[in-house]
């Protein structure tokens, strides 16, 4: 009998144990996840009124500029800009220079290199339309 209670006890300790031991891992997820796009200027689905200078991306970490593109097509689908112009203070960020644009829809691509190691590749749309 105590033999059997003795050996519950233990099975509750380690199972405490290895909640406490993961505890940290579950928490810090986050920070060992990919990059991913937070906010992009203009916006996905944004109108704005006149012509943006450039476009801003910033990720959910670190990216790596060199090994990074981003591409402003036009409504006729043809490449109007493209690089990645990035900050060493601001590694989450990059942006690329925009030529002046007419009213109409506009294509956002990004293929960047995250610090991590992979690459994330993604697409928007906004509308410049000086209604």
Do not use: Q
Request: charged fraction near 25%; proline fraction near 8%; include cysteine.
């Amino acid at each position: 009998m105590k033999n059997s209670f003795l050996n519950s006890n233990h099975k509750i300790f380690r199972s405490i144990l290895f909640f406490v031991a993961i505890a940290p891992w579950t928490v810090c997820a986050p920070a060992f996840a990919h990059s991913f796009l937070v906010e992009a200027t203009p916006s996905s689905k944004d109108h704005v009124a006149a012509s943006p200078k450039f476009v801003k991306l910033r990720f959910g970490g670190g990216v790596e500029p060199a090994y990074s593109k981003l591409t402003i097509e036009g409504p006729d689908g043809k490449t109007l800009a493209e690089g990645a112009i990035g900050v060493p203070e601001k590694d989450r960020e990059l942006s690329v220079n925009a030529p002046e644009l007419s009213p109409g829809k506009y294509t956002v691509r990004y293929r960047v290199l995250s610090k991590d190691g992979h690459i994330v590749e993604g697409n928007y749309e906004f509308t410049v339309d000086p209604k």
